[in-house]
């Protein structure tokens, strides 16, 4: 399904649904154990060196491992020290396209600041996974630097299967999410989105650029403080969502049709019922659809409140299996999975996926050196032009925008994440 | 199993994998889970436990701990 999502992409000009998790790093680490690691990590993961096979009519593609074979680490010396110089290397490389066909599906690189410092990237197609497996990968990465050379390394997890995956959830719950699937109208037929986004599709290869916002962890407990009171817990994913709303009104691209709707998909981590503490390479995110209108974005506090009902409401009348209707979709014949890929891909929303990240799982060191900072970079395919995660570290919150200049002018990226965070904060 | 061994049971193996050994029945889920994760939470309380959660009552004594989620489970149901 995924490789499908990165054909649509690719079809449409752009380099695919590529994905990174950055590790910024206090000191340097040493390189042998880390390739010997990956090593044993792609021993245990064949997946991260196999390629996808493109197919006939009936399915998108197939897996074809490589036994033996291992992902890349590059290793790089930047020129400067500071975040914008791994910046600089992270765009340059998301801007490549990725021949599944025939290289592997991510690759490892390892940046040296000339002020001492260490950053890891892991850079790698989405669909081999998605970011809520990046934590325990990393975390994993972590214990197998750390363990023994010569002590056996801990068993891999069962190869996982999608039709056992699907086993997991009742019959009930699949065939409600089947159902919804069909009839559940999408939220864009309410109106047109309103979006930082020009509206001319840009089409061919376009170069990346990186914007990047912290907010440090004493104004975030203040703001989750001021969401508690206006909404009785601390539900800081509807209060951001409410605040960055709110700046794309303010910096939409063009004036908004008075019918225009904020539109985004809220990502989901789907881990199966009964899946206890194992690592799962593969992709275990849902997407669930939620909007307002340009009047209810008038009042934050009102915006968070509207939101958080709706999301609640979905929850309670959809199932929480948006994956699943995916599956449905991807289980029936090729042309019918290109529609809703192509839907998602291609009709305007203002953000298409909302993803808010809780980075938890990499924890203060990795191979025994304290990580300074943790994020996510996404591929610009939200709408196509544009992606925005907000990832949570040690109690900070860390935006990382990614945009084509030609479809988001730098000025009102620029303009549009300082209005985010001035929203959000005040 | 008592309330609190399958609310802790859920919580660890559905919304904190891998966090299993930090959960314990007084400790803060909104500091250990995602606000996503709560609402999720909370939809799979009312159908789990055929209750209906008000919006009013989505807040800390009542959902920021095993212990606190199945006191006011206990107070649902009782009401109910």
């Not at chain 1, 206090?26 to 044993?40: E, F, N, Q, Y």
């Not at chain 1, 593609?61 to 500071?82: I, K, M, T």
């Not at chain 2, 930090?22 to 909104?30: G, K, M, P, Q």
Request: hydrophobic share 45%; net charge neutral; proline share 8%.
């Amino acid at each position: 399904m995924m490789f499908g999502a990165h054909q649509v992409l690719r079809r449409m000009g752009y380099p695919g649904f590529v994905n990174q998790i950055v590790v910024e790093l206090a000191g340097r680490i040493d390189v042998t154990p880390l390739r010997r690691a990956i090593d044993r990590l792609c021993h245990r993961y064949p997946v991260l060196a196999a390629r996808i096979v493109p197919d006939g009519l009936i399915r998108w593609a197939y897996w074809s491992f490589r036994p033996g074979e291992v992902v890349d680490l590059h290793e790089a010396d930047l020129d400067a020290p500071g975040r914008d110089p791994v910046m600089a290397y992270a765009q340059q490389i998301l801007a490549i396209p990725f021949d599944l066909s025939r290289e592997n599906p991510a690759s490892f690189h390892l940046l040296h600041s000339p002020d001492g410092r260490d950053t890891l990237i892991l850079h790698f197609e989405h669909a081999v996974m998605d970011s809520n497996a990046l934590d325990s990968l990393i975390l994993e990465l972590d214990s197998l630097i750390r363990c023994d050379d010569h002590a056996d390394p801990p068993p891999a997890p069962e190869p996982d299967d999608i039709r056992n995956y699907l086993k997991r959830f009742p019959f009930r719950t699949r065939l409600s999410a089947i159902f919804r699937t069909r009839t559940d109208p999408p939220p864009w037929r309410n109106g047109p989105a309103v979006t930082l986004v020009s509206r001319t599709l840009l089409l061919g290869p376009r170069p990346y650029r990186i914007a990047f916002r912290e907010v440090p962890a004493s104004t975030l407990a203040a703001v989750n403080a001021r969401i508690t009171k206006a909404c009785g817990y601390p539900n800081l994913s509807m209060g951001l969502l409410a605040s960055i709303f709110r700046a794309i009104l303010e910096h939409v691209a063009e004036p908004p049709h008075r019918f225009g709707r904020l539109i985004t998909h809220i990502g989901f981590n789907l881990r199966p019922p009964d899946e206890g503490d194992t690592t799962s390479v593969r992709n275990i995110a849902t997407v669930m659809p939620i909007d307002a209108s340009i009047d209810e974005a008038a009042d934050r506090d009102g915006l968070l409140k509207t939101l958080s009902r709706r999301l609640r409401d979905r929850l309670k009348r959809q199932v929480d299996l948006g994956l699943l209707q995916l599956v449905y979709w991807h289980s029936r014949r090729i042309w019918f999975v290109r529609f809703p890929l192509k839907t998602l891909f291609m009709k305007r929303q203002s953000l298409n996926y909302g993803c808010f990240n809780s980075i938890i799982a990499p924890g203060a060191t990795f191979a025994g050196v304290p990580i300074e900072a943790a994020y996510h970079v996404a591929s610009t395919s939200s709408p196509p032009g544009l992606s925005l995660l907000a990832n949570r570290f040690q109690g900070r919150l860390l935006f990382t925008a990614v945009y084509v200049p030609d479809a988001v002018p730098p000025s009102r990226m620029e303009a549009f994440l300082d209005r985010l965070i001035s929203d959000f904060t005040a | 199993m008592n309330l609190n061994a399958e609310l802790r049971s859920t919580i660890t193996t559905r919304f904190m994998p891998g966090r299993a050994a930090s959960l314990t029945d007084d400790a803060d889920l909104f500091l250990l889970m995602d606000s996503l994760d709560v609402i999720r939470l909370v939809t799979h309380l009312e159908k789990t436990y055929r209750v209906e959660v008000d919006d009013s009552e989505m807040i800390a004594d009542n959902l920021s701990s095993v212990t606190r989620i199945a006191a006011f489970l206990e107070r649902k149901r009782a009401s109910a």
